[in-house]
């Protein structure tokens, strides 16, 4: 005879089994799984004189298997508060089933059990979301509030542990849970003691705090629905999130929808607490649906069906609830502005700009356009004009005495007529908008520079930021006709007005907005929803994208794309910023904090972009000072402005926070920009979690391969006969039979005759054949490759600029063949030295041309001394060395 006991994985099943068998000790087979997987009878075969106990999965959706138990002459006992339908009349079945909205299974087996074990069954009746069941339940017991309140997050914990996609979403198998319980008659105990219950406890507050600042995509009348991303931890919180949610607003019914891994969404419906109905009805709708009147939910929800079960949803609860309207943020000035002309207007426009004068933007200026167009620089309405230019550079002031920090001008480089109407072009010639020129005037480069960046210095960044501006300016009202044409990452290019409707539409009145330069790592990520969490808020990600495409661009935003499922559902958005930066201290960051507030940003974080070094703070993003007065410079601009503090890890509490609030003693620890840089040219796995995700690194992974997989180049140089030649040639075949990559070998000889054919051998020759020798070195280390250079290279400084190029890629070693003239002209292998000293070369590198010896270099072989083999050899192991080579 076999024993069974087939039991939901959830705190109802577990406590349930755990009450029974503490009264009636049985060694039974343990049928479970996740909360979903109820329908588990038909796992059992069992037979004639077998015993099956079923515990809190509905009799409906196991009806056939029960069924056939029963045929094959089992025993069944069958303890449930989901939907029966039709309870079978079998001798052999022992039913008690209550689908009343007030019970669980626990509290059914403790009415068996005449309330021995009670305190589990309170357990669980709260786990079930049956807080006032569990408290009735309770009072025989006289427990203590410390003790009713464990109670309730044993409850919840245990049923935190049922919920996922598959029993690999869980902290515990059930079954193997219900093991760990199985020790203890005593729940407090259970929780003092067994490790499982600290493991959940930390779980649960993990996956909690990520849906701590959900904000649902639908709200209706009578409830909420609210969206979780295709993430483990989410599919863990879902179930109790819906309890969660049912506690926090009793009067509003709740639905979480999940992403499930392969398309569609599991989905739980909470009815409201203060009128428990409904939800079973509604989720019976669906092919997968099912559950009890106050909690339902449905395995599967298809996308295509999502548009019907808002609907049901919406009728089915239709409560009265305070419609909670929008308060955005208003646009700066109160108004967004938008320049681009429409219909007709836009006609004649396109018309008359076919025949204006054309200016020609450069990626900065288009930058400028588009925030102008777009309303982002509202309420501007065009180029400013000398009296707003003016007022703005002395005193941060609009001529209207409303308050704008940053110049925003059109650099040109003549005078244009006032008047004068001018087409502004798109390098590809496309008509992007029309200007009316009101005024133009010569700048005055050395009083923006001091007013506006703070400097008189010639390197100082805001100089060459000026330097690069034509000699003019002009001012004037736009109308736009084309947003410039942007091919990369469209979806991601929302307008201030866009952006707007969407925070509007999820009812949002607060948004924080973190305009970041560089890849956001865990600081950042915990320290922007934290922001968010705390104010109440959404968050908008404006990643900058003004500079040219390069590689590290496109890495950027996608680190940024694989950070948005980290956040809360419905939490952040993620939007391109074709802002183009001014490197303008505190003038800048105000800037940046209007354009954020028109694309309805009511906060705004300063500094946090883990920089080249470490992760800059709110301070170090500004010169020491500059802080306190920006106080009241947010306040004309009404954004509320919060300082990124530095950020660190505390192993101990498993949490970031900022240094100042770190308790004394307790260990800290932050990952360097340098130190992960390091990590990832090492190739190693091991970037701590707490330091950045998985598809973050994995990103930066692909930018940055591992040294091994990195191109690179050996950049030869010696005089002529000095062995070059010979040497690369040597290395060539060396590389290829060490890697089985392929290598491109661009002797001197080869290049002169081929890429460089016609320079002469003077300097500028000599140094425009290496440039080209090292762009094309640099392309093949850019793309992977592994690149051999052999010329004679005789310049310290064109070497250097050939490194710098190349550096940024991969590996550059450098190779001097440092063989004496002496040997290399008693070598004359093609008789040049013996034509260069009777006169009939000219400019003969060693003769009557200069060689400029490295002085660091990172081999230096004398092929006087050295042989071909150990040459290479050298060569080999300094790559080795370096990690470049296996
Ligand atoms: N005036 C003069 N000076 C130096 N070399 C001369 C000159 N005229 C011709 N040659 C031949 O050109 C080869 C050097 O070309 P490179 O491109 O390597 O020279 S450079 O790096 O641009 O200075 C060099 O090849 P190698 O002998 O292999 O070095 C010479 O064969
Ligand atoms: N150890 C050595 N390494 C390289 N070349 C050597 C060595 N010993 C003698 N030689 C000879 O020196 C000459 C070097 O010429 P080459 O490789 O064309 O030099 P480069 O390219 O620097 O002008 C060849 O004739 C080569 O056979």
Redesign the pocket.
Same mark, same amino acid.
Request: glycine share 10%; hydrophobic share 35%; charged share 30%.
């Given at each position: 005879m076999a024993n069974f006991d087939v039991f939901n994985g959830d705190a109802d099943g577990i406590c349930a089994l755990h009450q029974l068998r503490l009264a009636e000790p049985r060694d039974s087979v343990l049928v479970t799984g996740v909360k979903r997987d109820i329908a588990l009878l038909r796992n059992v075969s069992a037979t004639a004189g077998d015993r099956v106990t079923a515990l809190d999965i509905s009799l409906d959706k196991n009806r056939d298997a029960l069924l056939s138990l029963l045929a094959q002459g089992a025993e069944v006992t069958y303890v449930d508060h989901h939907f029966a339908g039709d309870i079978p009349a079998h001798p052999a079945l022992r039913a008690v089933i209550d689908t009343a909205p007030g019970t669980c299974t626990s509290l059914l087996v403790d009415g068996m059990l005449a309330g021995r074990y009670r305190a589990w069954a309170v357990a669980a009746a709260f786990g079930d979301n049956q807080a006032e069941s569990a408290l009735r339940a309770a009072a025989p017991l006289n427990l203590s509030e410390v003790q009713l309140t464990a109670l309730r997050e044993l409850g919840e914990c245990l049923n935190y542990n049922a919920y996922g996609d598959s029993v690999e979403d869980l902290h515990f198998h059930p079954a193997e849970l219900y093991r760990q319980l199985h020790g203890y008659a005593d729940p407090f105990r259970f929780m003092s003691e067994a490790p499982a219950f600290a493991t959940l406890k930390r779980g649960y507050n993990a996956d909690m705090g990520m849906v701590h600042a959900l904000v649902p995509p639908w709200v209706y009348p009578g409830g909420a629905v609210y969206l979780l991303p295709n993430l483990p931890w989410a599919r863990r919180v879902s179930g109790v999130f819906g309890n969660h949610l049912a506690q926090i607003e009793a009067s509003l019914a709740h639905a979480v929808l999940t992403h499930k891994p392969d398309g569609g969404y599991v989905v739980s419906v909470r009815a409201p607490l203060d009128n428990p109905g409904g939800a079973d009805e509604l989720c019976r709708q669906f092919e997968s649906g099912g559950g009890r009147k106050s909690a339902a939910g449905i395995n599967h929800l298809p996308e295509s069906e999502v548009e019907r079960f808002l609907a049901l949803f919406s009728s089915a609860f239709m409560g009265v609830r305070p419609s909670c309207l929008s308060e955005l943020i208003s646009p700066y000035g109160g108004e967004l502005v938008n320049l681009m002309a429409e219909g007709a207007r836009r006609d004649a426009l396109l018309h008359e700009a076919a025949t204006l004068p054309a200016l020609t933007l450069n990626p900065r200026q288009l930058c400028d356009l588009e925030l102008l167009l777009n309303g982002a620089l509202s309420p501007l309405r065009g180029y400013m004009c000398r009296a707003d230019y003016q007022g703005v550079v002395t005193d941060m002031r609009l001529a209207d005495g409303s308050f704008w920090p940053m110049p925003i001008v059109l650099d040109v480089t003549e005078t244009l007529a006032p008047g004068s109407r001018v087409v502004l072009r798109d390098s590809g010639g496309s008509a992007l908008a029309v200007l009316t020129v009101d005024e133009s005037w010569p700048a005055d480069k050395v009083l923006e520079a001091r007013q506006v960046y703070g400097t008189d210095l010639a390197d100082h960044p805001g100089m060459a930021f000026l330097h690069s501006l034509g000699s003019h300016y002009a001012g004037g009202l736009v109308e736009g006709l084309n947003l410039p044409h942007r091919a990369d990452f469209t979806a991601l290019r929302l307008s201030p007005g866009t952006l707007r409707e969407r925070f509007a539409r999820a009812g949002r009145s607060r948004v924080v907005a973190f305009q970041p330069h560089h890849i956001m790592h865990r600081a950042q990520f915990e320290f922007t929803r934290h922001c968010a969490a705390e104010n109440d808020a959404g968050l908008l990600i404006q990643a900058f994208a003004d500079e040219l495409p390069e590689p590290q661009y496109f890495t950027r935003m996608r680190c940024y794309q694989a950070l948005l499922p980290y956040y809360p559902a419905g939490l952040a958005e993620l939007s391109l910023l074709p802002l183009a930066s001014r490197p303008a201290g505190v003038r800048a960051v105000l800037w940046q904090a209007i354009v954020a507030r028109n694309y309805g940003c009511s906060h705004f974080i300063i500094g946090g972009d883990a920089g080249a070094g470490e992760m800059r703070r709110g301070s170090d993003a500004l010169a020491p000072g500059q802080i306190l007065p920006l106080a009241e410079h947010f306040a004309a601009i009404g954004v509320e402005a919060i300082v990124f503090p530095r950020m660190v890890y505390a192993p101990d509490l498993a949490q970031y926070l900022p240094e100042e609030y770190l308790p004394a003693g307790q260990a800290s620890a932050v990952l360097s920009a340098q130190d992960l840089r390091q990590r990832l040219d090492d190739g190693r796995e091991d970037i701590p979690h707490w330091a950045s995700f998985p598809e973050v690194v994995a990103e930066l992974h692909k930018l940055r391969p591992m040294r091994m997989q990195r191109g690179f180049t050996v950049f030869f140089?010696?005089?002529? *006969?000095?062995g070059?030649?010979t040497l690369s040639q040597a290395l060539d075949l060396k590389l290829m039979e060490l890697t089985g990559r392929p290598v491109t070998l661009l002797?001197?000889?080869v290049?002169?005759t081929l890429l460089?054919s016609g320079?002469s051998?003077s300097k500028a020759?000599?140094?425009l054949?290496?440039r080209r020798?090292g762009f094309i070195a640099g392309e093949i280390t850019r793309h992977g490759g592994i690149t051999i250079c052999?010329?004679?290279?005789?310049?310290r400084e064109t070497r250097q600029a050939v490194r710098d190029m190349i550096s940024e890629w991969g590996g550059f070693f450098e190779v001097h063949v440092s063989t004496s003239l002496e040997v290399c002209e008693a070598r004359d292998?093609?008789g040049?030295y013996a034509k260069?000293r009777a006169g009939i070369?000219?400019?003969?590198? *060693?003769v009557?041309?200069p060689y400029e010896a490295p002085h660091n270099p990172e081999v230096s072989i004398n092929t006087g001394d050295v042989g071909v083999e150990e040459a290479v050899a050298r060569i080999v192991h300094t790559l080795q060395a370096a990690g470049y080579l296996a």
């Open positions: 140089t010696g005089l002529s *006969g000095a070059k030649t002797d001197g000889d290049v002169r460089s320079l051998f020759d000599r140094d054949n290496i020798m052999a010329p004679i290279a005789p310049y292998p093609k040049l260069a070369i000219k400019e003969f590198t *060693g009557s041309d």
